[in-house]
């Protein structure tokens, strides 16, 4: 991967998102609320590490989760797949044994599956393999978050096709054949029949099914009912479940990967992917929405803790660097 180019192009299109999102959200809005959302996403978010959930059909929450954990998340995913490929034993370290890739993404959130796999996969080209068809399908019931994740990427896609244009970037070109051959179900819940019918017509794919930081204490039920129908509708050749290192006896719990057809792999760190120095980009971004609630007054007027709290947060480095996940790599045997 040339990660120099991912990293600034990744760090361009969330912040532009970002700040674009942020001017949305706060037209016509008295700055005091517009304080009072930016310091309840981030009490949220901040409240997430630690296992609580956040409301990720609020548009600030969405908005702030993808200035923070998006760049992380997407490395999150980039790392599970290439540790996937290394511990299978592929001699060729093929992305797909058989060219065509099918990945389901439960609770996809702001689709940082979709941009590790494009970048995989533009590694796989770049190694000069044979991809022929690569479909995701999203699966979450949250609209910012989906809705999030779409715009980002049809701006990274663009910056991709120009960035190819513009230049002889060898591996950039072979992103741009990735992204090219990416099909995608729209964000949201295909249902089961959807996915028993595409994968009936297409038996040669090789089939992932993923759920990326998605299981808390409370939804552990719903999340594995949900892994249990697809697992066995998809019947994956592998399996990602990954989580904060507090929630890793959860994704046990929801795994429906069973060890007598899967082995595990459950690492604690993996390395590569995008690391050293922080977004500064993005890290920009919350630099000048915390100036413009400080300069507009608003934030004198709420509580003086959450006032030293947001300015805390706002002004932090954005890292690519994800805080302790622990990552579950289940390969059918
Ligand atoms: C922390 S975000 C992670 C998003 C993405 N996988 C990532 O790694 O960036 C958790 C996501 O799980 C989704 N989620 C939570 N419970 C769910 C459920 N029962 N079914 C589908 N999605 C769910 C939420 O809507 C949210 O987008």
Redesign the pocket.
Known sequence: MDSQWVKTALDSVIAEEGDAGFQHLSQGLPPKQVALNVVGALKQLNA?ARGAVPE?NNEWVTLFYNLW??PK?IN??YRVINAMIENRGDQNNALSTSGALYVAD?????L??QFGVALAAADAISRGQQLTSIHIDA????KP?TALGESTWNRFVKLVSESVSQNQNHWVSCLSSACGMMEYGLPGHPDVDTITERIRSNPNEERWLSA???VYQT?VG??KS?LSDLCKTIQPHAGFITTFKQKAHLARIVSPFDEKFYVLHPLREIGGGLNNDGCQKITEVRHSIYKEIESSGSLQEIDAADSSRTRFFLGNLVKWEPKDPRYSIYIKR
């Open positions: 997430m990720y954990y998006q998340q999150v995913a439960f609770g996809c959130g702001s940082a599956m699966i979450d019931p949250n978050m990326l930081h998605t939804n719903a999340v949900s």
